[in-house]
């Protein structure tokens, strides 16, 4: 039985390294090629399993060579992959570009992400019995992230969603009120709160917090980048800074922050003891290219974290 369910979306990252990201209707020239394995739902997992927790998958790949490489990496990282469901037709697909600053621009053909249905979630009810945590994204059709967080608050499994990619037409009122913790990113949080991603102050940050708190969930961690996260919520209201380190690519940052976070949690740790956890798994995962590539593992984290305390 899996401690931490993921339902969402694997994709194949074809990266490639350029001076900046390109401006619309520009063509620049960038370096070499890097496919490996990604997808925030995948990557998200792949943190969860190689940081320590047991952690099963539910979502689709196509029959193709992407969609057989991507269970054999998440499988290989101590995932149960058992519940990936193969679909006729091609795997997602990921392009990215990554800046010499280590930002990203990307791109998602979702391929069999789309064809992970409700049913798929129906089929594998007994998945979320004991479970302790169900991770989230928006890579994957509404419907079936709101049967999943449906099967997890009937069970009494935390649901931890990450609002992205953001929809400009908001998140359905039905899946926010199912949902424990939201964890948004500045631009994402500035979408959803229908609000300009100005300046972040600690006010702005407050407030945009509070407002995505009245939406429904219990709790918002407002991910600020190499800054850290403010968590808002039911009983606390604090900000965390992340350690500073040398960022060379900063995709996946973010799955990695919040599949820590749900290790933190299913070991026991208090939220905010989770989310100063999650902070320092994702800031060793900048210091490598790619997504799940620099999932840090857990004798990795013990290590960084020693060296900072
Ligand atoms: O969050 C990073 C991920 O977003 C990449 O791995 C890419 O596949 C997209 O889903």
Request: glycine share 10%; hydrophobic share 45%; with cysteine.
């Amino acid at each position: 039985m899996a401690k931490i369910i993921i339902a969402g979306s694997l994709n194949m990252d074809l990266a490639v390294r350029a001076e900046r990201i390109p401006a619309s209707g520009e063509t620049i020239l960038g370096g070499e090629l890097l496919e490996s394995p990604g997808g925030k739902g995948a990557n998200q997992a792949c943190a969860a399993a190689k940081l320590g927790s047991s952690a099963a998958m539910l979502g689709c790949v196509g029959e193709d060579d992407f969609g057989r490489a991507m269970r054999k990496n998440l499988s290989e990282a101590g995932c149960d992959v058992s519940r990936i469901g193969v679909r006729a037709g091609s795997s997602g697909v990921a392009l990215i570009c990554v800046s010499a600053r280590g930002e990203n621009a990307i791109v998602v053909a979702s391929g069999a992400n789309m064809k992970f249905l409700p049913e798929d979630i129906h089929a594998n009810l007994e998945c979320f019995d004991g479970a302790t945590a169900l991770l989230l994204q928006l890579e994957s059709p509404m419907e079936t992230v709101i049967a999943a967080a449906k099967a997890a608050r009937a069970r009494g499994v935390v649901v931890i969603l990450d609002p992205a990619p953001a929809p400009y037409s908001g998140i359905p009122s039905e899946l926010l009120q199912l949902v424990d913790i939201l964890t948004p990113n500045e631009s994402e949080a500035a979408i959803l709160t229908r609000t300009s991603p100005e300046k972040m102050t600690p006010d702005r940050v407050t407030a945009l917090a509070a407002n995505l708190c009245d939406l429904g969930p219990s709790n918002v961690i407002l991910k600020l980048g190499a800054r850290g996260c403010f968590l808002y919520g039911d009983d606390t209201s604090v900000f965390i800074p992340s350690p500073k380190v040398d960022a060379v690519d900063t995709t996946a940052a973010g799955d990695v922050f919040n599949g820590a976070l749900a290790v933190g949690l299913s070991e026991g740790k208090a939220l905010p003891d989770a989310c100063w956890f999650a902070s320092q798994a994702a800031a060793l995962s900048v210091t490598k290219r790619g997504a799940q590539n620099s999932v840090p593992s857990r004798a990795e984290l013990d290590r960084f974290i020693l060296r900072l305390t």
